[in-house]
């Protein structure tokens, strides 16, 4: 057995951001700063977009998303049930109500037939998931959204890397949310981003993120001199700052030689299980580029005599890090108490959430690593209980 413990999702950190964050620091400049704006460009200029706003979380991505097309109380969105919370709870935050809508067998996107199902007057906006970096079917949700005047807000956590039919994740819907958690594709530690093309959601974005202050209250301290600012919103906390930045700077640049390791590694995964007792994650839909930021598989009960929770502890037990993305939002007490959901309602994601696991799948693995997870997921699934 390995000696250390494989960490689920550890980021890998080069010289170069560890400098770059001293340097910072060394500088006093670890606000918002010069950095920030450097990691917006850079951003932009990997998605060709117009309007690049970080932020300190993609949850506030999310969050100034919904406020930024104007969510009030009493209006629905839809989401995924198969989503990570903070997806369902930017939609309450900005006093919206979360929808949800089940999700495609295999795919673990959200099913746009059922999205179609949902809709109700009181509709504002759908959040589509690219979910584990598998785009949605983009061109029945934009459809929908065509036909019932309704806005689109991508959640790409997951899919910085993912395109749909020459266009790249975020860039299809009204506004695309990213993260740079510890976890996901590129970090910043904490880290968010928001992207649109359009002019006013980018202005409202900017002033909401920072206190509901007027246009560049963040320059008030630099050096050309203060400058007076008005409160025009109650506005939020955040800004992302240099410190977050300065990693970013750094990670965005290697973006696809990381991607090209979890390919490899998601293809070797996908070789090593194909007889074993699970289904395994199908290919990237043609015309689709896949972020393959996590390998789900989904453990199939009635060929194994272990449950997925017995799967997951002797996974940490032979010190493989391991994941379930997720446990559908539906079956959380929070949700079935406010909004009555129950169990039952969406059995595609219950489906999933039943069988689930994510393994390690970050650029970070070395080949031994990924041999230590084939062999253990191999062992755990040979044996008897
Ligand atoms: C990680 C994640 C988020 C939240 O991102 P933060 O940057 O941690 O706020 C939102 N949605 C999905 C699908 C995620 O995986």
């Known amino acids: ?110 099913d746009p037939e059922d999205v179609r199902r949902k809709v109700t007057p009181k509709t504002k906006a759908i959040i ?113 700052t240099d410190m977050e930045a300065a990693i970013g700077i750094h990670q965005l640049p290697r973006i696809d030689r990381y991607w090209k390791r979890r390919e490899t590694i998601w293809r070797r995964y996908q070789e090593a299980f194909e007889d074993l007792p699970v289904f395994r994650p199908p290919e990237a839909e043609s015309g689709t580029r896949h972020a393959y930021h996590l390998y789900p598989l989904f453990l199939d009960l009635d060929r194994i005599q272990i449950t997925r929770d017995d799967f997951l502890e002797e996974m940490t037990k032979r010190k493989i890090g391991v994941g379930v993305h997720y446990l559908a939002l539906h079956l959380s007490p929070f949700y079935q108490e406010k909004f009555g959901y129950r169990s039952g309602d969406f059995p595609n994601s219950e489906w999933i959430s039943e069988r689930t696991v994510s393994i390690p799948l970050s650029a970070k693995l070395t080949d031994e690593d990924v041999q230590d997870v084939i062999e253990a997921v191999t062992s755990v699934l040979a044996q008897e209980k």
């Open 1 to 110: 057995m390995r000696k250390d413990f494989l960490v689920f999702g550890s980021p890998i950190i080069e010289q170069a951001e560890i400098d770059e964050v001293v340097a910072s620091m060394k500088s006093c400049w670890i606000g918002t700063g010069p950095k920030v704006h450097q990691f917006e460009q850079m951003f932009g200029e990997y998605k060709g977009c117009r309007h690049a706003i970080a932020l300190n979380s993609c949850t506030a991505a999310l969050h100034l998303s919904m406020l930024s097309i104007g969510i009030e109380p009493g209006d629905e969105v839809i989401v995924p049930s198969m989503t990570f919370a903070a997806t369902a709870n930017a939609v309450i935050h900005a006093g919206g109500k979360p929808v949800f809508a089940d999700c495609l067998k295999n795919a673990m996107t959200i």
């Open 128 to 240: 589509p998931i690219h979910f584990a970096g598998r785009m949605c079917d983009m061109d029945a949700i934009m459809q929908i959204a065509k036909e019932k005047n309704i806005k689109v807000i991508e959640d790409c956590a997951h899919a910085i890397e993912s395109e749909y039919k020459g266009r790249k994740a975020g860039m299809i819907g009204d506004l695309g949310c990213f993260s740079f958690y510890v976890t996901k594709n590129v970090m910043t530690g904490q880290g968010g981003m928001v992207i649109t093309e359009s002019e006013d959601y980018a202005k409202q974005i900017k002033i909401l993120a920072l206190h509901g202050l007027s246009h560049d209250a963040w320059k008030r301290f630099s050096d050309s001199g203060y400058k007076h600012y008005q409160v025009v919103y109650a506005g939020f906390k955040y800004n992302m």
